[in-house]
């Protein structure tokens, strides 16, 4: 089955500072990648996807980026604010979506 | 609009108890549904999906079950608990053959004690 690797475990930023997390896949067949935000007691959110057939996608300060040929994706934040600190998950999925081990982003004032 | 119920929130059962947790999806047919683990401080472990009424994949070799009696119901059981069974377990659907967003539903936080 897919097996997603994430790094790192724990990220601290300076407010306004970019954070980037990065996740490998190993499953050929995944097409479908999507960011988590969970938040300390809460349900993960997603925050951003990405199919196999596209490169890139931005939406505001959050853009992710996908290389399939090398089969790893990041997440990479912009201007980061305090609100951002959180856990961030990757997954990887082909109608059995797979997450990676998280990252805790940590933005500091 | 669709709307994703787990329950309970919260559960101490002591060892070798059954445990019976219950998910239900509304305002959606034939969702792809997910079991997932959350120990403290880690990651989503899939537990168990399942793209049909009947239809369950196992990821993880446990003392966990899970069973689909209905299109949109999905049970997580065990028969006799272990310690090693705590964490905080999460429902999710997503619509099938079609890759999508996944939802959660609020969890439930397992105690085994």
């Known amino acids: 089955g897919e097996n997603v690797e994430q790094h790192p475990s724990t990220l601290s930023v300076q407010e306004g500072d970019s954070a980037v997390i990065k996740c490998t896949y190993s499953?050929?067949?995944?097409?479908?990648f999507p960011w988590y935000k969970q938040e300390l007691g809460k349900r993960p959110q997603l925050i951003i996807d990405?199919?196999?057939?596209?490169g890139e996608k931005k939406d505001q300060r959050i853009a992710v980026t996908l290389n399939k040929t090398a089969k790893h994706f990041s997440l990479h934040i912009t201007e980061t604010q305090p609100e951002d600190s959180a856990v961030y998950f990757c997954?990887?999925?082909?109608?059995?979506?797979?997450f990676g081990a998280g990252t805790r982003l940590t933005v500091k004032p | 609009s669709q709307t994703i119920h787990q329950w309970p929130a919260t559960l101490v059962q002591p060892v070798g108890s059954p445990l019976s947790l219950e998910c239900t999806v509304e305002?959606?047919?034939?969702?792809?549904l997910y079991w997932y683990r959350q120990a403290a401080g880690r990651g989503l472990q899939l537990l168990f999906y399942?793209?049909?009424?009947?239809?369950i994949s196992s990821e993880v070799p446990q003392n966990l079950s899970a069973s689909r009696p209905q299109d949109r119901q999905f049970i997580l059981s065990s028969k006799k608990l272990l310690l090693s069974d705590s964490g905080f377990y999460l429902c999710?659907?997503?619509?099938?053959?079609?890759?999508?967003?996944?939802?959660f539903g609020q969890g439930t936080r397992l105690t085994v004690v």
């Open positions: 999710a659907w997503n619509l099938g053959q079609v890759n999508t967003e996944a939802f």
């Open positions: 499953d050929s067949a995944s097409n479908y």
């Open positions: 990405i199919r196999s057939n596209v």
């Open positions: 997954a990887a999925s082909d109608n059995d979506m797979r």
């Open positions: 305002g959606t047919s034939n969702p792809n």
């Open positions: 399942s793209v049909g009424i009947g239809q």
